[in-house]
């Protein structure tokens, strides 16, 4: 009783928190890819970083990201149903990632690029220290930045491409690679062990039963087919079912937290089809199982970095018995419920956020202070129950979930105010020195991808700007509409409290045949 009432002054204290400016209107990014496959020793650096780290599966990939191999080493991106493979020792940069727009800076290395559409307003670059590539076609295609003794190169296995550097424009048909040295050359487009490792990875999205009822934008459905089953529900329209979890598995419990820019705690699952479920759609619990329901067909279905609100006090966590510090709770969102990023007032953005999941998107307004409706903040959130709970250390070093949950009574789950959108916890101090040159190969963690082409004062250009334009996207995020939640099954009538608290902080694709096999009916 003591520690029950004490969890509840401890959340109640956030009343006294100080209101500061409303959060802006920006939108974040809507197109991110997927760090799918790696091979070996992998880099990762986030938007607006100076230090890397090691990449990991499933991590997001967005404007100003850069990736980098070590040798021996490769990796694989997805953008939706496109394919990015890093050859052995090649860095890359994200400098521009929107619906109409993919341009990818490739400072050394090399790399496979397979696109299954390319329409006239959309474009695909990939920058180079010669000059820059057009892919004008959907097409195969193998792209060497060159090295000291070898030139660059662009090879078209199918499709087109266009160079243009120096006041030079060269094309490139399919077939043909294009050697792009003192002298331009034409060859043939021969295979290699590398070019085929790429082939084997292309996404063929119509031989995807995910496909058939999501959107094939949506990266990560193509890890979805042999994973899962799709049934339809007559509530929720089409749902997929993932095989072979363990009893107690659910969303968002078997995996770790990330901070990635721009939007802060980002999960990262541990499966290899988690990335599409974990960022898009709602999860129900139906006949005693969990169901992913990725909600209505949208042709460019909109990046969250986790589909679930957490539970206790913004800025702290969640407090409970025999804790010797706070903890931090969350829990997936069900279908109907309202996603509300912490840190954007930019409502047409959030309704595209939300689009598949909530048929009345009217609802998503803000009110005269700038905060979301009440009914959303004060929802019935069907999931509390299933939250997640573990010591703030291990949410904050981005250590395993599953191994250090914490059990919480049910009553305290339910009662425990609810935080939109982010726990508004900082992110952890910088890595560490040893772990940022182990993830680098070796190579000073300061070392920026401009650096590698500072003889060339139109790349240095181009970088520079990538990163005024990741660094735009850091903003002060704010707590948003907590809110204590009275359950319905309460014995006595209780007011229900709402606390608004602010701080300052750092067209379908049909299946084929084969596809519609793993369908269930």
């Known amino acids: 009783m003591i520690a029950a009432l004490s969890a509840a002054a401890k959340d109640t204290a956030a009343q006294d928190m100080v209101r500061t400016a409303a959060a802006p209107a ?134 087109s491409a266009r160079f243009i550097g120096s006041g030079t424009g060269i094309a490139i048909e399919a077939g043909h690679r294009v050697l792009l040295g003192g002298s331009i050359t034409t060859e043939a487009a021969d295979e290699d062990e590398f070019s085929v490792w790429c ?20 990266t990560g459905i193509a890890a979805l087919d042999d ?17 072979g979890l363990p009893a107690d598995w659910a969303p968002y419990r078997y995996g ?82 309202v996603y509300w990023p912490s840190d954007t007032n930019d409502l047409d953005y959030i309704r595209k956020l939300n689009a598949p999941d909530i048929p009345d998107l009217g609802i998503i307004r803000l009110r005269a202070n700038d905060e979301p409706p009440t009914e959303i903040v004060n929802g019935h959130f069907a999931n509390r129950q299933f939250a997640s709970v573990v010591p703030r250390p291990v949410f904050v070093a981005g250590q395993a979930i599953g191994p250090s949950l914490i059990d919480i009574p049910r009553e305290r789950l339910l009662d425990a105010p609810t935080v939109l959108g982010s726990p508004q916890i900082g992110p ?4 560490t020195p040893a772990r940022v040159v182990a993830a680098a190969g070796g190579h000073s963690s300061t070392a920026h991808f401009a650096d590698h082409m500072l003889e060339n004062a139109n790349w240095a250009k181009v970088v520079r700007a ?19 939640l009275i359950p319905a099954y309460a014995a006595a009538p209780r007011s229900r409290h709402e606390i608004i608290l602010r701080v300052a902080h750092a067209s379908h694709i049909p299946a084929s045949g084969e596809a519609r096999k793993k369908v269930v009916r």
């Open 256 to 337: 770790h937290w990330r901070w990635v820019a721009p939007w802060g705690w980002s999960w990262i699952d541990d499966r290899s089809w988690g990335f599409a479920p974990s960022h898009y759609g709602r999860w129900a619990f139906l006949d005693r199982r969990w169901s992913w329901v990725p909600g209505a067909y949208m042709a460019h279905p909109v990046y969250a970095p986790a589909v679930v609100a957490f539970l206790g006090t913004p800025g702290v966590g969640l407090s409970y018995a025999e804790g010797s510090g706070p903890a931090v709770a969350w829990f997936p969102l069900a279908p109907g419920e």
């Open 466 to 484: 990538a990163a005024i334009r990741s660094r735009n996207y850091q903003r002060g995020a704010r707590m948003r509409a907590a809110h204590l």
């Open 26 to 159: 920006v939108a974040l990014p809507g197109r991110v890819g997927q760090l799918s496959t790696i091979s070996g020793e992998v880099g990762f650096r986030g938007p607006g970083g100076t230090t890397w780290s090691d990449a990991e599966v499933n991590d997001p990939i967005a404007s100003g990201v850069s990736l980098r191999t070590n040798p021996l080493a490769r990796a694989v991106v997805r953008f939706g149903p496109d394919t990015v493979v890093l050859g052995d020792s090649t860095e890359i940069a994200i400098i521009n990632l929107n619906n109409r727009l993919a341009e990818i800076g490739v400072s050394r290395g090399r790399i496979g690029l397979d696109t299954s559409k390319l329409t006239q307003d959309e474009a695909l670059q990939i920058d180079l220290s010669h000059g820059g590539v057009w892919l004008l076609q959907p097409g195969r295609y193998d792209i060497n930045a060159g090295s000291g003794d070898q030139p660059p190169w662009v090879a078209a296995f199918t499709g």
């Open 199 to 218: 082939k084997a990875r292309a996404i063929d999205a119509t031989r995807l039963a995910a496909a058939y009822f999501v959107s094939p934008e949506m």
């Open 428 to 431: 952890p101090a910088p890595p």
């Open 227 to 243: 994973a899962g089953s799709w049934k339809p529900d007559p509530n929720y329209g089409e749902l997929w079912l993932p095989d």
